[in-house]
């Protein structure tokens, strides 16, 4: 009993720092979101196309992960992890390197299609080592991971961003236009050129922000290396897991049983990923675009005040999530985030102060729906296996929308883009309301199914 512990620890060690590289990978676009129009040589809506094929990965991958684990019974989700992070961190550190626009977007179709399937293997390998009843605070510790990771990413942005800034003297009203473009620091060129234009020639073909992209694909493609191990010593063999057969008759119900309940928690998850991806990845720009004084830098802290809510929220919620049921947690989250976003929506264009305490808000509240809506489903009903397609494929179809659309009201006005946050936070606390609904009537019908069967089998008992 102690090695299987020793073993579960490891396990979430390793899983947790590769949710860590995928919260980076996620998070990255955000404040380097003008880098890379600027890289391209496109405007916000267009590059905006590259979160639409994202979600179009995501969602393919969600649909083939399902297909997977229905077809195939014997299919080992461990097998996926390693190969899948190894790629994602391939595609991020060849982002600045794509010389064509087409290929960088192809390039995030294919990390969307490896996230989605490698996010769908880790959640159901933890849904696998822990039942219902215990499973909660170990999926939240799982999205914390995710969390940390998009905390640690404008951090290393940041930096570069001020390197790029200064180097280009652009101008702070909005988008950087004439950003010179470094392979190296301007300190080394600066030092090491000596005024050679054949020097500068050579020099002049990445921004230095390309360092960030470098960094993060190079920690997703180390954290992939104890993911392999576990596959290759048989995870399985060390570590119990939940059969097939598991008892209380809620494993792999019928979709006809439960398509109530799946289709108002597939409308969740669409509107909380959109909550999530659209305010992480244009918060950076509208507040540098909207023209009430944020810098570069203080754009990027901005961005990095986000995930700071956010990374508390889901490392609070590992251990509160073990005595408040998941319907309080979200409830409280839906009513934070509708205050959060209408003082925004009311006073952000003129107050600042406003913008930095809604955003701590923002990502203090958005961080527990998509966690916590996990562990809701599993009371609910079994959703390791083909059923973990709602999670995925939701979260893959919010972003091929709502991303979109941000960037084409962004270039209409910057801030518009937080009404659209706004609506999507009102409508998500509608949505929840239905899926509470839904869920106990689909828990009257299972009793009232249980108990019918009951009857059958021993009649002389009632």
């Given at each position: 009993m102690?090695t299987e512990?020793?073993w579960?620890?490891?396990?979430?060690?390793?899983?947790?720092?590769?949710?860590?590289?995928?919260?980076?990978?996620l998070?990255?676009?955000?404040?380097?979101?003008?880098?890379?129009t600027e890289?391209?040589?496109?405007?916000?809506?267009?590059?905006?196309?590259?979160?639409?094929?994202?979600?179009?990965?995501?969602?393919?991958?969600?649909?083939?992960y399902?297909?997977?684990?229905?077809k195939?019974?014997?299919f080992?989700?461990?097998?996926?992890t390693g190969p899948?992070?190894?790629?994602i961190?391939?595609?991020?550190t060849?982002?600045?390197?794509?010389n064509?626009?087409?290929?960088?977007?192809?390039?995030?179709?294919?990390?969307?299609?490896?996230?989605?399937y490698?996010?769908?293997a880790?959640?159901?390998?933890?849904?696998?080592?822990?039942?219902?009843?215990?499973?909660?605070?170990?999926?939240q510790?799982?999205h914390f991971?995710?969390?940390?990771?998009?905390?640690?990413?404008?951090?290393?942005?940041?930096p570069?961003?001020?390197?790029?800034?200064?180097?280009?003297?652009?101008?702070p009203d909005?988008?950087?236009s004439s950003?010179?473009?470094?392979?190296?620091?301007?300190?080394?060129?600066?030092?090491?050129?000596?005024?050679?234009?054949?020097?500068?020639?050579?020099?002049?073909?990445?921004?230095?922000?390309?360092?960030?992209?470098?960094?993060v694909g190079l920690?997703?493609?180390?954290v992939?290396?104890?993911?392999?191990?576990?596959w290759?010593?048989?995870?399985?063999?060390?570590?119990?897991?939940r059969?097939?057969?598991r008892?209380?008759?809620?494993?792999?119900?019928?979709?006809?049983?439960?398509?109530p309940?799946?289709?108002?928690?597939?409308?969740?998850?669409?509107?909380?990923?959109?909550?999530?991806?659209?305010?992480?990845n244009?918060?950076?720009?509208?507040?540098y675009c909207?023209?009430?004084?944020?810098?570069?830098?203080q754009?990027?802290?901005?961005?990095?005040?986000?995930y700071?809510g956010?990374?508390?929220s889901?490392?609070?919620?590992?251990?509160?999530?073990?005595?408040?049921?998941?319907r309080?947690?979200?409830?409280?989250?839906?009513?934070?985030?509708?205050?959060a976003?209408?003082?925004?929506?009311?006073?952000?264009?003129?107050?600042?102060?406003?913008?930095?305490i809604?955003?701590?808000?923002?990502?203090?509240?958005v961080?527990?729906f998509?966690?916590?809506g996990?562990?809701w489903?599993?009371r609910?009903?079994?959703?390791?296996?083909?059923?973990m397609?709602?999670?995925?494929?939701?979260?893959?179809l919010?972003?091929?929308?709502?991303?979109?659309?941000?960037?084409?009201?962004?270039?209409?006005?910057p801030?518009?883009?937080?009404?659209?946050?706004?609506?999507?936070?009102?409508?998500?606390?509608?949505?929840?309301?239905?899926?509470?609904?839904?869920a106990r009537?689909?828990?009257?019908?299972?009793?009232?199914?249980?108990?019918?069967?009951?009857?059958?089998?021993?009649?002389?008992?009632?």
């Amino acid at each position: 009993m102690e090695t299987e512990k020793l073993w579960k620890i490891l396990f979430v060690a390793a899983v947790s720092l590769a949710r860590m590289g995928q919260g980076m990978y996620l998070s990255i676009p955000g404040p380097t979101l003008l880098y890379l129009t600027e890289l391209y040589s496109v405007d916000v809506s267009q590059i905006a196309f590259m979160f639409t094929l994202r979600a179009v990965g995501m969602m393919m991958g969600a649909a083939a992960y399902s297909f997977t684990v229905y077809k195939f019974k014997s299919f080992n989700p461990l097998s996926a992890t390693g190969p899948c992070m190894l790629l994602i961190g391939i595609m991020t550190t060849l982002t600045p390197w794509c010389n064509s626009f087409v290929g960088f977007l192809a390039s995030y179709f294919v990390s969307g299609f490896v996230f989605s399937y490698s996010d769908g293997a880790m959640q159901t390998l933890y849904l696998r080592i822990w039942d219902e009843d215990s499973v909660g605070p170990f999926i939240q510790s799982f999205h914390f991971g995710i969390s940390l990771g998009s905390l640690i990413a404008p951090l290393i942005a940041t930096p570069f961003l001020e390197e790029a800034d200064q180097a280009g003297n652009s101008d702070p009203d909005c988008i950087p236009s004439s950003i010179e473009t470094t392979v190296l620091p301007t300190s080394l060129i600066d030092l090491y050129g000596n005024g050679s234009s054949t020097i500068r020639f050579e020099a002049e073909y990445v921004n230095p922000v390309a360092w960030s992209y470098l960094i993060v694909g190079l920690f997703s493609v180390l954290v992939s290396l104890p993911l392999f191990y576990f596959w290759a010593v048989g995870l399985g063999g060390r570590i119990k897991m939940r059969g097939e057969d598991r008892l209380g008759g809620k494993y792999e119900e019928p979709i006809k049983d439960v398509w109530p309940v799946i289709l108002p928690l597939a409308a969740y998850y669409f509107l909380s990923v959109a909550l999530e991806a659209t305010y992480a990845n244009y918060i950076y720009a509208v507040a540098y675009c909207m023209g009430i004084g944020f810098t570069v830098t203080q754009a990027g802290r901005l961005n990095f005040m986000y995930y700071v809510g956010y990374t508390v929220s889901r490392f609070t919620a590992i251990v509160y999530s073990k005595y408040i049921k998941p319907r309080t947690i979200i409830a409280c989250g839906i009513l934070l985030i509708v205050a959060a976003m209408a003082a925004m929506c009311i006073f952000g264009q003129n107050i600042p102060l406003v913008i930095w305490i809604s955003t701590f808000f923002f990502g203090l509240s958005v961080a527990t729906f998509y966690p916590t809506g996990v562990t809701w489903a599993s009371r609910v009903t079994d959703v390791s296996g083909k059923y973990m397609f709602v999670f995925l494929f939701s979260a893959g179809l919010d972003s091929m929308i709502t991303m979109p659309v941000a960037g084409v009201i962004f270039e209409t006005s910057p801030f518009y883009v937080m009404y659209l946050i706004a609506a999507t936070a009102i409508g998500n606390g509608i949505v929840f309301i239905g899926m509470e609904i839904a869920a106990r009537r689909h828990q009257k019908a299972h009793d009232e199914k249980s108990l019918s069967l009951q009857r059958n089998r021993d009649p002389t008992t009632f």
